[in-house]
């Protein structure tokens, strides 16, 4: 059956699985049959709040739980696309978001309200309570599906913009639906995984993990923020649950392996671990493949414009600890251009030249939400094709193939510096400070233009010996890429997607 919307997916997996559990949420569990109920009960009253209209943006702001699962896949069978909202987002980046998509509902809990911004006016609170719904409204409900096609909204995910209001990235059924085949076909995704969902709502990953709910019947454990900050919490749980999948951001999993926490707390029972979002340390990672011999481990890259990710690499062969993972080969039905800076492609074979990663096809956002400027700025004609419209992705990172005929992240478009005549590869600093030299477990490398210096931060409790980093440094880099400045951070500021947060490291780079 050709599929046009995420929730048939959904149909099959209730039949088969009434009653496994499809949700953990702390000391709440809740079958599929369950889930399907409270659902499309939750569906059909959103609808009718819509006055029946499909195609529509309904913002959730509801902290991670059972309600935002139950939330979120109501508003897909409503025939409408959800915006989850961080709740813990200030009040007036919630009115920037809100402003800027003016979606037509925001649901939210029972004494929430108080939390969203002034001047919000349909708001509608998730009930509680067993769920009433008759076969005439469940036909109603599943009516509404039937009248969307692929290329419908599935979610509107927001993410950083430089104007202090989030660019909302718009991502349809068909990429969300074109992904969960691919990496199923790939053997990356089995049935009935144990998923260890620790990404925030507002994450892709998270959207994903509710694919893989609907479509391989997977069980979804909902991890408390709380257990992020303590990791050997976190493991115990998840060891409890025999979790099977994760799909990370590797910012937690260098912090496992700094402290060596597998050693205490092994997972027996982990069978696939993706990671993705940044750089992994590949000394980091050859922690966890030691320790967690019978794991797969994958790498995948993807920026928010490209549902998920476009490039998988499954970890085959033994890695250097200051070799890059690579982030390996295209997804199938998905077309990449390495090009250079006169638009020229960069074919496998030409190993170390690099060029800018560009993507086409399904796995496309359909754009930017209210933001047709940024749009056509971002999703550009394919300078390949002079023959029809096609549009392209231009990620703006640098990416080279390796002597294997894989990409190789190299950095960022923006974070390429002319310095003392060189052009130099501020990701480069960071990669010999973190993996080659382990001088600290997070560095972050900025350029002060102004000053015509190179500083770089270091993640540490106290000052380093200066004089000892430049010399260390100076062996393995050329002299015009050491940096002149050392500063010191207990931690690293981090951004809403778990990232170490340059930009305001750069704002406030002589402040520090």
Not at 270 to 285: H, I, N, Q, S, Y
Not at 461 to 479: H, Y
Request: hydrophobic share 40%; proline share 6%; glycine share 6%.
């Amino acid at each position: 059956m050709y599929l046009t919307h995420i929730t048939q997916y959904f149909e099959a997996t209730v039949k088969a699985h009434p009653d496994r559990i499809a949700v953990h949420d702390g000391d709440k569990t809740i079958t599929f049959q369950q889930l399907y109920d409270y659902v499309l009960d939750a569906a059909a009253r959103i609808s009718q709040q819509l006055d029946g209209r499909i195609g529509l943006v309904v913002a959730v702001h509801l902290p991670k739980s059972l309600d935002a699962v139950v939330a979120d896949l109501a508003v897909l069978y409503s025939g409408n696309a959800y915006m989850n909202l961080d709740v813990k987002s200030p009040e007036q980046r919630l009115a920037n978001i809100l402003e800027q998509t003016r979606p037509a509902l925001v649901v939210t809990g029972s004494g929430r309200q108080s939390t969203l911004p002034q001047g919000i006016d349909r708001v509608w609170e998730l009930p509680h309570g067993q769920p009433v719904l008759d076969q005439e409204k469940r036909a109603a409900v599943l009516a509404l599906r039937g009248r969307c096609i692929d290329t419908d909204l599935l979610c509107v995910i927001n993410t950083s913009g430089s104007t202090g209001t989030p660019k909302a990235v718009a991502l349809n059924h068909r990429s969300f639906i074109d992904f969960t085949e691919v990496v199923c076909e790939a053997g990356l995704v089995g049935d009935g995984e144990v998923v260890a969902s620790l990404s925030p709502v507002v994450f892709d990953i998270f959207s994903f993990e509710l694919c893989m709910l609907m479509a391989k019947g997977c069980t979804l454990a909902l991890v408390p923020e709380s257990h992020a900050a303590f990791p050997i919490r976190l493991l115990e749980l998840m060891a409890a649950l025999r979790v099977t999948f994760l799909f990370w951001v590797p910012t937690i999993m260098v912090n496992i392996a700094n402290m060596d926490l597998l050693a205490q707390v092994p997972l027996p029972d982990l069978r696939m671990a993706w990671f993705a979002g940044e750089v992994f340390p590949t000394a980091k990672f050859n922690y966890w493949r030691k320790m967690q011999p019978h794991t797969t481990f994958a790498n995948f890259y993807g920026p928010i414009e490209i549902t998920l990710d476009c490039l998988y690499h499954v970890v085959q062969r033994d890695l250097r600890d200051d070799e890059p993972i690579p982030i390996g080969k295209p997804f199938h039905n998905t077309g990449i251009l390495v090009l250079n800076d006169n638009d020229e492609p960069v074919w496998p074979g030409s190993a170390g030249e690099e060029g800018e990663l560009c993507v086409r096809g399904s796995s496309l956002a359909a754009g930017y939400y209210n933001n047709p400027e940024k749009t056509a700025a971002a999703f550009v004609q394919n300078p390949l094709n002079a023959a029809y419209p096609e549009f392209i992705y231009r990620t703006g990172d640098v990416v080279a193939w390796n002597e294997y005929g894989e990409l190789v992240f190299r950095g960022r478009k923006d974070t390429l510096i002319k310095h003392m005549g060189y052009r130099i590869e501020l990701a480069e600093i960071e990669h010999v400070a973190v993996n080659t030299l382990k001088i600290a477990p997070n560095c972050c490398a900025l350029y002060d233009a102004e000053h015509k210096r190179i500083v770089l931060l270091c993640e540490a409790p106290s000052p380093l010996p200066e004089k000892e980093l430049r010399r260390k440094l100076g062996e393995v880099l050329p002299r015009y890429m050491v940096p002149s400045v050392y500063k010191y951070l207990p931690e690293m500021p981090r951004n809403t997607n778990g990232k170490i947060d340059r930009q305001f490291l750069k704002n406030h780079i002589n402040s520090l």
